[in-house]
DNA sequence: GTCGATATTGAAATCGATTGAATTCTTTTT
DNA sequence: AAAAAGAATTCAATCGATTTCAATATCGAC
């Protein structure tokens, strides 16, 4: 049986007053003297009172609790996230609940519908894998809870979007390659239901393009995020009659996958294959040679997808409806995987 | 302006039968027949209804929240013990509210204090390496709230605990390393306040011990999970006149720092050198040559806590004093940097 | 010393669901 | 047909904080 609590009322019976003034004299109310604040506050902290979260929500219909649904909290891109979210939440006295979605539509509906139900006041969401539209997400704008969809989003629905500029970054991971003097560079992508997908291969194509060089058809490939399946890939068109030099992927999973398909075949890494990832995840960091990948700044997305409630919709009488996309500018970080300059038996930065 | 929710009221007019009646229904209360039950739920639905849980947690007492506080959840021990909770709490109807201390000790407290603020039925967590005792533990006792501590725990607080055979574990680990020939194991711990941290170096000294062989005093030391200190004691150890031959850590983190002194003296590992781990990072597969480490069965250890509240604690009129402690048996990874038996350069698993 | 203005404090209603007791309605028993 | 038993439904109180409005106290001005 959970113990009974110290309330107002008991506060207010100790010091002779009423309820109706210790919570006004807590929460500081202008129409109280500071010495009743003082006297009130110190009573409570000696009858170790605990501020009801429910009775005051129930009251205000204000929880201060952000939902957050992402994919899977143990990727380091969406922890790292989760960790800039934390930190701008905490600052603003608000806290975080917590929804994983395993990239299952099932589980995201579930998720939102819990939030909803929790009464939060923010969803901040990145939509799985599974996920084709964000309808399910029109229910969260009905009940006038704050929507924020940062890096896989909808936008057909009504929301901020925090995202990276995936398409210029893409460009620029790939110019890199080009300059390191790759030439046949191949492109493994993720699903297109998903817009950073289209923006990341729309960006391989635009350099590609820029670069005057033209990549045969099947140097494209969207399905994959995983390690298995682009290994298998890689593998095809590392022994296909017209193999490709380089590697850009859209996960850093994928790059994986890949760099495993060079060393089955014994090629290699970056003197006869350059590979790029994407993502950033800390893995990369401790492979032999270590992978080339883009970092897309997670905890400052997460950080600004926080703070886009604080500033625009926290409290605000009429969410106006001049939502914003915000861009993250990521940056590139160039390892061994893809550079050349250092020619030679790599030595491992670790 | 959050927007009026859809009450068990709007359904009780809109059917013309009493709010009561439609909160029984809702709860499948015996007394009311399937007929009604099917019908209310039909129009709860129609009017898109939600389960407001402030309301009735204000009422009941109960949140079906489960405080979850851990260090960082971005450590994949870490992360995936949230999994394990989670997936036990999702089954029974409990959601998360996940807090991060960062390994610091004021963070901590704030973490507890608002999660009993919250009023969560349960509080699992795992203390960071700043704490030195749980008292702000006791607060959670006294307001009733459930408590299973795990991996880093302090025995002091009358509470379930769930933990590793670290002791066994560190002793199994040492055994494979005398095993595969080595003679002179060092040993790098962490703080000593912690009892994981005994118990891993016992279970180490155990082990030498039984071997009847003995170690400097130098070879032991308490201080370092991170790399960068671990790679410094490593590095003096290595260039002094009786350097050891064998790496046992507390963290894969520190075993990292050990890796990498290794090859700052280029010294050859396993041949030369041997290295094992503890923890399971993800990262231990990834590094060239493999680092050997022990699996603490981190989603397992987290599935079990949550099991314990649900199985023992949840909704128990009287809380049987009767605290136990369950452990979880590691398992030995033994990968190739302690593996002498494919002696020759190592072929990376990937 | 009275009036009015301002500063303090109190009363009462409210948020939405739950719960046990009370009431009404239905069915069975004699 | 009346009484008893049982099923279905409603009543009323409650959880603890907030908030609006009313009441009282305090103070200065004339």
Redesign the interface.
């Known amino acids: 049986?959970?113990?009974?609590?110290t309330t107002i009322y008991d506060i207010a019976k100790a010091l002779n007053i009423h309820a109706t003034y210790v919570s006004k004299a807590l929460n500081e109310h202008p129409t109280i003297n500071q010495e009743m604040i003082d006297k009130v506050k110190k009573k409570a902290a000696e009858l170790?009172y605990?501020?009801?979260?429910?009775?005051a929500?129930?009251r205000t219909?204000?929880?201060k609790i952000c939902g957050v649904v992402v994919p899977k909290?143990?990727e380091?891109f969406f922890?790292?996230a989760?960790?800039g979210i934390?930190e701008v939440c905490s600052q603003n006295g608000h806290?975080?609940?917590?929804c994983?979605t395993q990239e299952s539509y099932k589980k995201e509906v579930e998720a939102v519908?819990?939030l909803?139900?929790?009464?939060v006041?923010c969803i901040i969401i990145s939509l799985s894998l599974e996920t084709k539209n964000g309808n399910h997400l029109q229910?969260v704008l009905?009940?006038?809870?704050a929507l924020i969809q940062f890096d896989r989003y909808d936008e057909s629905i009504l929301s901020f979007i925090v995202k990276n500029d995936n398409r210029e970054a893409a460009g620029r991971a790939v110019k890199h390659l080009l300059d390191q003097g790759y030439q046949k560079i191949a492109y493994i992508g993720g699903p297109e239901h998903l817009k950073i997908y289209i923006e990341r291969k729309q960006g391989f194509i635009d350099m590609i393009r820029e670069a005057q060089i033209s990549i045969p058809y099947e140097y494209t490939c969207n399905i994959s995020l995983k390690r298995e399946e682009s290994r298998k890939i890689a593998l095809e068109l590392l022994n296909s009659p017209n193999p490709p030099d380089a590697f850009f992927t859209a996960s850093d999973f994928a790059a994986?996958g890949v760099?495993?398909a060079a060393?089955d075949l014994n090629i290699a890494v970056p003197e006869k294959l350059g590979i790029f990832g994407f993502q950033n995840e800390?893995?990369t960091q401790?492979?032999?040679p270590t992978l080339s990948t883009v970092d897309q700044k997670s905890m400052e997305l997460g950080a600004l997808s926080a703070q886009l409630y604080f500033s625009n919709l926290h409290n605000k009488?009429?969410i106006t409806k001049n939502y914003k996309t915000e861009i993250v500018k990521c940056s590139l970080i160039t390892n061994q995987s893809s550079d050349r300059s250092k020619k030679g038996s790599p030595i491992?930065k670790?």
Do not use: C
């Open positions: 049986m959970k113990q009974k609590r170790k605990r501020h009801n979260s429910f009775a929500n129930l219909n204000y929880s909290i143990n380091s922890s790292n989760i960790a934390e806290h975080l609940i917590i994983q519908e819990t909803i139900r929790q009464n006041d229910d009905a009940n006038g809870i994986l760099m495993q060393k800390e893995f401790y492979l032999t009488e009429v491992p670790m």
